[in-house]
């Protein structure tokens, strides 16, 4: 038996600890949006960490609701499944797929 099948099994064996799920809070909401850096870019979203910050007061309540549905019921939205991935380049050859 190859490794990876004994892997499986003993995965499969011992049950796996269950999750708590804590639901967030207006104030945990409205204190990450103060530490994102403030920034004029934006995201796939089209919003603005600076306009993030300025409305944080006034969106901190929904986006706890919203939150707190996600966890509850086990549902991550597909809209929120999406990111931008740009690579940077840093100081070596920028024809180099990978630096080490």
Do not use: W
Not at 26 to 49: A, H, L
Not at 62 to 84: E, H, Q, S, W
Request: hydrophobic share 30%; proline share 6%.
């Amino acid at each position: 038996m190859d490794s990876h099948t004994h892997f499986m099994e003993q995965a499969f064996i011992k049950p796996y600890p269950s999750i708590e799920c804590k639901c967030t809070t207006t104030e945990e909401i409205e204190r990450i949006i103060k530490s994102v850096k403030t920034k004029n870019s934006y995201g796939y979203n089209q919003i603005s960490t600076k306009i993030l910050k300025i409305s944080g007061p006034f969106i901190s309540s929904p986006i706890n609701y919203i939150c707190n549905k996600m966890l509850l019921g086990g549902v991550f939205p597909d809209t929120l499944k999406y990111a931008r991935i740009k690579p940077l380049h840093k100081n070596y050859d920028r024809c180099e797929v990978y630096h080490a």
